[in-house]
Nanobody
């Protein structure tokens, strides 16, 4: 089992930045392929970014070049740096872990078996 807790959300003006954090427990963090997803009001949850155990990263086209995913295994944390924020980035952001350790990087929600409770990001125009 993996437990995940996000933090760092908030209200920011368009063009601003935020840094989200996710702390993991229950399984050695270094073994987890991790990801960020988001869900906007009235929309389905969508992939944002992922990072594997070798720090290879993957991004959705909508955030590529603006968001940066990273991890600190010693602190058992993953981060998402959100830059050049747009109103359409407004959503609940979820931290997730792949179901099995040492899993390959992926973008499908069904590949991720453990989820945090989410943190709200609101971008005003």
């Amino acid at each position: 089992q993996v437990q995940l807790v996000e933090s760092g959300g908030g209200l920011v003006q368009a063009g601003g930045s935020l840094r989200l954090s996710c702390i993991g427990s229950g399984r050695p963090f270094s073994r987890n392929t991790m990801g960020w997803f988001r869900q906007a009001p009235g929309k389905e949850r969508e992939f944002v970014a992922a990072i594997n155990t070798f720090t290879r990263t993957s991004y959705a086209d909508s955030v590529n070049g603006r968001f940066i995913i990273s991890r600190d295994n010693a602190k058992e944390r993953m981060y998402l740096q959100l830059n050049s924020l747009k109103p359409e980035d407004t959503a609940i952001y979820y931290c997730a872990s792949r179901k099995t350790p040492w899993a390959p990087i992926g973008q499908s929600e069904t590949d991720f078996g453990f989820w945090g409770q989410g943190t709200q990001v609101t971008v005003s125009s």
